[in-house]
């Protein structure tokens, strides 16, 4: 179908079509991606034998994503989207056998390999949310793209319900410890890949390329580089990914040392303690996690009908309201539960307005370059911040690690007249 030939009623089903195959993707890439990445740290300890190496796991998967940002986006600024997406899927499966490998020969550098591929392929899946906005109208840009977002939900709460499957299947056929889910992620992986490879025609970057400038959906506007306010919504993707990951990541420890303290002076035993820990742990990320995504497409229309820069703003104040619970009432187990929750609605507003902004502020030709940049520098930052986190709240408690975040959250808020311009 040619420029000349595609209506705006073409468009728009082209792009309804589009968005549901890039969810059912992140649907099969949630999956693949939570049934394994939960793993990562048990295989650590395992096969190198110290509890102290084990988070060089979650570093891996953070580096990988960071390093396959901006070739991904490359490969789909000359190639097209779907080249990109299933060329990430393909990192991800051979990270998976990878993975595998070094759990059975027991080989620790080279399980940190494959788990830094896995990684790389979950830059592929991040960058499915912007494939959704390449033939999306711009009022409903952030709609879309939060769509897509909301899609992985579903692969994010189901991917680690499946480790306890998993592992019983891999003990009956013989697998090495703490591998069994990854059969799993083999054929999520194979499945998102046939899917894309399959299904995502035309594909929606390179048919956008062929749009004339006139008509509703390509209007002149749209062409015209705003670099300053790009640069702003990479900075607020940034900064705002950095506070929700700094904190979560330690929210974990520091419910720990409160749950501790508590079975201390309850006189509990150890193992109640512990199982307490786990279900305090899980029920907590799952309220933050929903957060997170649950509420995307409400977040999306917000930014598509108040606008981009106010709803990030609008997620700069969730996030100071869950910092402030973090500051004065973090010591408490509801306390904590408001303060995660508020984190992820807080994540969610900003990144996907931030994510819809960087797209409408740049011109076509290059948009695919400054959305790899935001995805890899949003990975680093969180692999900085979360290091940073971990010495924060050893000397200065849980208060003064939200004392800390919320000075980016002030420069974010203090910058945001560039996203205008």
């Known amino acids: 179908m040619t420029a000349a030939t595609l209506t705006e009623l073409d ?22 991606f939570g049934a394994t990445v939960s793993l990562g740290a048990l295989l650590a300890a395992d096969i190198s034998g110290s509890d102290a190496l084990s988070g060089l796991a979650t570093a891996s998967v953070t580096l990988g994503a960071a390093l396959a940002a901006i070739p991904l986006a490359r490969l ?45 392929g979950n830059a592929g899946n991040l960058q499915s949310r912007f494939a959704a906005t390449d033939l999306a109208q711009p009022q409903h840009r952030g709609r879309d793209l939060s769509v897509v977002v909301w899609a992985t939900t579903i692969g994010g709460v189901a991917g ?26 083999l054929v999520a992986q194979i499945a998102a890949f046939a ?17 004339p400038e006139t008509g509703s959906f390509a209007a002149g506007v ?31 420890v520091h419910l720990s040392h409160m749950a501790m303290a508590g ?26 996690v929903a957060g ?52 992820g609605l807080g994540w969610s507003a900003a990144t996907v307005a ?11 030709a290059l948009r695919t370059r400054r959305q790899g940049r935001s995805d890899s520098l949003m990975s680093l930052s969180a692999a900085g911040g979360a290091v940073l986190a971990g010495v924060i709240l050893q000397s200065f408690s849980y208060a003064g690690l939200a004392i800390a975040a919320l000075v980016v959250v002030a420069a974010i808020v203090v910058l945001s007249p560039f996203g205008k311009r």
Do not use: K
Not at 168 to 182: D, N, V
Not at 300 to 311: N, Y
């Open 160 to 185: 680690p319900l499946l480790l306890g499957p998993g592992e019983q299947l891999g003990r009956a056929i013989g697998m090495p410890p703490h591998t069994g889910s990854y059969l799993f992620s």
């Open 222 to 252: 749209e062409r015209v580089d705003r670099p300053v306010a790009a640069r702003y919504a990479i900075f607020a993707i940034a900064g705002s990914h950095v506070t929700m990951a700094s904190v979560m990541a330690m929210t974990p």
């Open 76 to 120: 789909a600024g000359l190639r097209g989207r779907r080249l990109a997406l299933t060329a990430g899927n393909l990192l991800a499966l051979v990270g998976i056998v990878v993975v595998i490998g070094a759990a059975a020969i027991r080989v620790f550098p080279l399980l940190l390999v494959g788990i830094i591929m896995i990684g790389m």
């Open 11 to 32: 468009r728009s089903r082209i792009q309804r079509r589009t968005v549901g195959i890039l969810s059912l993707g992140q649907v099969l890439g949630g999956i693949a």
């Open 263 to 288: 079975g201390a002076m309850g006189g509990m035993d150890g193992m109640s303690m512990e199982l307490d820990v786990t279900v305090l742990v899980g029920v907590t990320i799952a309220m933050h």
């Open 354 to 364: 931030g994510a819809a902004l960087l797209t409408e502020a740049s011109a076509p």
């Open 292 to 343: 997170m995504y649950g509420l995307s497409p409400v977040f999306g229309i917000l930014a598509d009908r108040w606008g981009r820069l106010r709803t990030v703003l609008l997620g700069q104040a969730l996030l100071v309201a869950s910092l402030c619970f973090a500051m004065l009432v973090g010591e408490t187990t509801w306390g904590v539960m408001v303060a995660l929750i508020l984190l």
């Open 195 to 211: 899917l894309y490879l399959i299904a995502l025609r035309p594909d929606p970057l390179l048919t956008s390329r062929t749009l």
